[in-house]
Structure formats: structure tokens, C-alpha cells
């Protein structure tokens, strides 16, 4: 079985993330992560970035397309 | 001008809307659009030119479920099946306006393989750490340094506006709008390998940025205190 190094291990971040890795894989990738800080902090900044992405407040639709779809709903006929 | 949605726990479950839209319950209609669109105008934003336009196909998808929804069959969720009608019409808006993005397939290409870690980060091959970080990635500042979340909001939508658009696609619809792989997968029509391989680039390219724009205003202040 070959090692599972550093740079191995970042491009697996988001498969493990998805939970998607097999389980002999998973068990490497949480064995190396345990016993090494930098990969640790690789990890946690990715998770940054995704509730970043997450907190990002919605664009909106404008006020005038809005009024127009709620009248054409209004005047939807069967 | 503050739309806020219901919390997931309020909102009500598909059965309720499908029913209260066959029955033209204008305050269901008025919810979704209330609740979705804003999502919905962000996703159509990748496909089409401009803010309008993307505007105009989410206006267009809604009348598109109005007509729809007494043929909707239930078997993908309801927000599935309007965001599948939503990438429909904003791929036929992107092609009118001769928008070159790969229409037919958001597969990855090959540019979008490779390391997404710059591999001098790491000790090369015959090293006894080989593999291994040269030094670790700095550390950031924490979330809770509030003064800097405004900077690092605009800092990472910039860095996602850079994204190829096949790229972005996926990374807006997992991590802004918080959709599972499957649901991608039936939106997008993509297999989970091919959107991982594009969202995983797409966080490292994010991260990336990030990455930088911390270590640039760290010199900054360390620059600043040598000068004074």
C-alpha cells in the first residue's frame, strides 16, 4: 500500500468532504490528517471557503420583474 | 429592500406547494419566488451576458412552472425541477446572445485536471519528506475577525466571477446554494465524478486567492511597522 502523502491528500478534500472516498482510502486520508498540522489547516480553509460561499447573501430580483410575475400568475387562467 | 425567506424548518413541504400552485394560491407563488429567485438570478448569471438578461430568464422560468406545474410529476423535488427549467432557458438565452460556453456538456476538460496545489509547495521526489509540505499554509486570520469578513465576502466572489464557467456553475450550486451532488447531477445532467473533479478545482482555485490576498496584507502590516 503506498503512502498517502501531502499532496496527495489535498486532492482529496473535496471527495472526502462528499464523503465519497472508499473506506480503506477514508481510513488513510483521516490517519495522515491526525498526525499532520499543515493538511489539518488545508482542510480547514477549504471548509472556510465553503460556509463563506454558503453565508453569501442572495441577489434579488428586481422589483418590476417580480410585480410582472406575480400578475402574470394572478392572471393565469386554467 | 429585504426579501427574507422562511427557515427551512417553515417552509412548506413539496406536496403543499405543488398542490397550493394547481390551485393558483398566489401566496405560495409569491413565497417561491420570494425564496428562490435570488439564488436562481445568481445561477442564470453564469450562462447569460448581463444582470438583465439573467433576470429576464429567471422571469421567464417562473412563467415556464406556472404553465408546467399541472404536468410536474414529482420525481425530482420541486426546487430540482424549477432550477432544471431555470439552466434549460438559461442555456437557450446564452446561446441567442453567443455566449462561448460548453452548452451541450459542462464536462470537465483537460485543464481542469492536474494538481490544484502548486506542486512546489511540496517536497519533490527523492527527498526523505517527498510529498510532504515544504512549509505549512499560513494561518488565516479567524472567521470571528469580523473587521475582515466584509474584505474577504468581496475577496471570494471575486475569485469565483474568475472561474471558467463550467467551474462556477458547480461551485454555485453546491456551496452558494447548498445543493447535494445528486441534486447537481439531475440539474446539470453531470456525473458526481466530473462536477467533484470541477468543484474540487474550483474551491483549491478560491482558496487560492485567498491564500494570497491574507499573505498580501500580512506584508502590508509587517511592511508598515518596518516603516515607522
Known amino acids: ?78 | 429592500m429585504e426579501r427574507e425567506g422562511p427557515t427551512a424548518a417553515e417552509f412548506p413541504p413539496d406536496r403543499d406547494l405543488v398542490e397550493r400552485l394547481r390551485c393558483r394560491d398566489e401566496a405560495a407563488f409569491t413565497l417561491l419566488v420570494d425564496s428562490w429567485s435570488g439564488g436562481m438570478c445568481r445561477l442564470a448569471r453564469s450562462f447569460v451576458k448581463t444582470n438583465e438578461s439573467a433576470a429576464e430568464v429567471v422571469q421567464d422560468t417562473w412563467l415556464a412552472v406556472i404553465k408546467g406545474i399541472d404536468a410536474f410529476e414529482g420525481r425530482s423535488s420541486l426546487k430540482t425541477w424549477v432550477y432544471r427549467i431555470l439552466v434549460n432557458t438559461a442555456k437557450r438565452q446564452g446561446v441567442r446572445e453567443g455566449r462561448s460556453i460548453p452548452m451541450s456538456s459542462l464536462a470537465p476538460t483537460d485543464e481542469d485536471y492536474g494538481p490544484t496545489v502548486d506542486p512546489s509547495r511540496f517536497f519533490d521526489g527523492g527527498h526523505q519528506w517527498a510529498g510532504h509540505w515544504r512549509e505549512s499554509p499560513a494561518a488565516w486570520p479567524s472567521p470571528e475577525q469580523s473587521a475582515l469578513s466584509g474584505e474577504v465576502h468581496a475577496q471570494v466572489i471575486a475569485a469565483v466571477a474568475e472561474l471558467p464557467d463550467r467551474q462556477r456553475i458547480v461551485i454555485t450550486l453546491r456551496d452558494v446554494e447548498g445543493y447535494s451532488s445528486e441534486e447537481v447531477r439531475e440539474i446539470l445532467d453531470i456525473s458526481a465524478a466530473n462536477q467533484r473533479v470541477l468543484l474540487h478545482r474550483a474551491r483549491a482555485y478560491v482558496r487560492g486567492r485567498l491564500e494570497s490576498y491574507f499573505a498580501a496584507i500580512g506584508a502590508e502590516r509587517v511592511g508598515g511597522e518596518a516603516a515607522t
Open chain 1, 1 to 78: 500500500m503506498s503512502a498517502l502523502d501531502c499532496d496527495d491528500l489535498v486532492e482529496l478534500v473535496t471527495e472526502y468532504l462528499d464523503g465519497a472516498l472508499d473506506a480503506e482510502t477514508e481510513r488513510r486520508f483521516v490517519d495522515h490528517l491526525a498526525g499532520c498540522d499543515p493538511c489539518s489547516r488545508y482542510l480547514d480553509q477549504i471548509r472556510q471557503i465553503t460556509q463563506t460561499l454558503g453565508s453569501l447573501s442572495p441577489e434579488a430580483l428586481p422589483d418590476a420583474a417580480r410585480q410582472a410575475l406575480l400578475d402574470a400568475f394572478r392572471n393565469w387562467k386554467r
